[in-house]
């Protein structure tokens, strides 16, 4: 598949010259044959995200939404939309945490295997784009894969091709320039996703999840493959993700300029905390010694691995650093779980 995309992309330089660094990832990630064509997440996939870590991360999340329902007066049904759904980890986890509720479940996303999967959970609706009029748009490890464009002082690092091979070439960047120094991502795939979510959240919340910093996108230009790192993403395109991470003061701005309110991002670590995961670790630690006084000696270990393998999402060298914005109507409280 990956050839298919290859050659498409070479086809459309052929045709009209280089072509931006969003417009390569476009169509390596999203378009025919793309890596986004099948779902590439979880354990027999290219990468896992926190859901698939510990089924304690869609706990925690669930009870983050039930707060913004009761800050929203408690609406029946609660409309959820998860943007970037994957094949229904999260959503499964969601509603069975949310099963005393009436919620209307919309999972959207671009992939056609994904979708494949998701229609196959119960109690999720499932559509290619954020649509309708939700409560709740949540949105995870999402934006790091939506196109960016590179920029460098006054010119643009593009796409080209150099005997056959798709390779970087510059080309004049007629908006304001970045410093000359550094590597400036512009994230016009997010910039999309946020205006979005200002036409359709009404009276509501969005919740994005993701990697990077603040005033910083944090990393370089990656992908992956097999759960390893692949540097060179012009190589082989449409074989794995790709990804800079997210410069979430860029994204907060570009929210409140469309009306939005947007909180100060915290890290996961600092989230999930609020949120009660040291509670949680410490009724595992008693059900762990529970299990080892009535010589439940395998179910102690499971207990333990279950444990171990959770504090992964609040460590900070780990998946505790992911980062998660809050963007919220202008009539909303703010969440008592935002630290």
């Known amino acids: 598949m990956s050839d298919q995309v290859a050659e498409a992309i070479r086809e459309v330089i052929r045709a009209g010259g280089p072509i931006s660094f969003a417009e390569f990832m476009e169509l390596a990630l999203y378009g025919p044959g793309g890596f986004y064509e099948r779902p590439p997440v979880g354990?027999?996939?290219?990468?896992?995200?926190?859901?698939?870590?510990?089924?304690?991360?869609?706990?925690?999340?669930?009870?983050?939404?039930?707060s913004l329902y009761a800050g929203l007066g408690r609406p029946e049904p609660f409309r959820i939309a998860e943007v970037g759904a994957g094949e229904g980890t999260l959503a499964e986890q969601l509603l069975r945490e949310l099963d005393d509720l009436d919620v209307d479940y919309t999972a959207a996303e671009v992939s056609p295997g994904a979708r494949e999967a998701l229609a196959a959970i119960e109690g999720v609706h499932v559509t290619t784009e954020l649509s309708d009029r939700p409560h709740v748009v949540v949105a995870q490890e999402l934006l790091d894969n939506l196109p960016f464009r590179r920029v460098r002082g006054d010119r643009e690092i593009c796409v080209g091709l150099r005997d056959g091979r798709l390779v970087e070439v510059e080309a004049p960047w007629d908006a304001e320039p970045a410093p000359p120094d550094v590597e400036t991502l512009v994230p016009v795939g997010a910039f999309a996703f946020v205006d979005r979510l200002a036409d359709v959240l009404t009276r509501g919340y969005a919740l994005l999840i993701d990697y990077g910093g603040v005033g910083t996108t944090g990393g370089e230009i990656h992908g992956y493959r097999g759960h390893r790192v692949v540097e060179d993403v012009l190589a082989d395109p449409g074989s794995s993700d790709i990804t800079a991470g997210v410069d979430?003061?860029?994204?907060?701005?570009?929210?409140?300029?469309?009306?939005?309110?947007?909180?100060?991002s915290v890290t996961q670590h600092d989230a999930l905390l609020a949120l009660g995961f040291e509670k949680w670790l410490r009724n595992e630690l008693d059900r762990q010694t529970s299990q080892l006084d009535a010589r439940e000696g395998l179910e102690a270990v499971r207990t333990w691995s279950g444990r171990s393998q959770a504090t992964l999402l609040v460590d900070p060298t780990a998946l505790g650093r992911l980062r998660w914005l809050m963007l919220a109507t202008p009539d909303m409280p703010r969440p008592d779980w935002l630290v």
């Open 248 to 264: 979430f003061a860029l994204v907060a701005h570009r929210a409140e300029g469309r009306g939005l309110v947007a909180w100060p």
């Open 43 to 66: 354990v027999e996939g290219d990468f896992v995200t926190s859901p698939h870590v510990h089924p304690v991360f869609g706990s925690l999340v669930a009870k983050a939404l039930r």
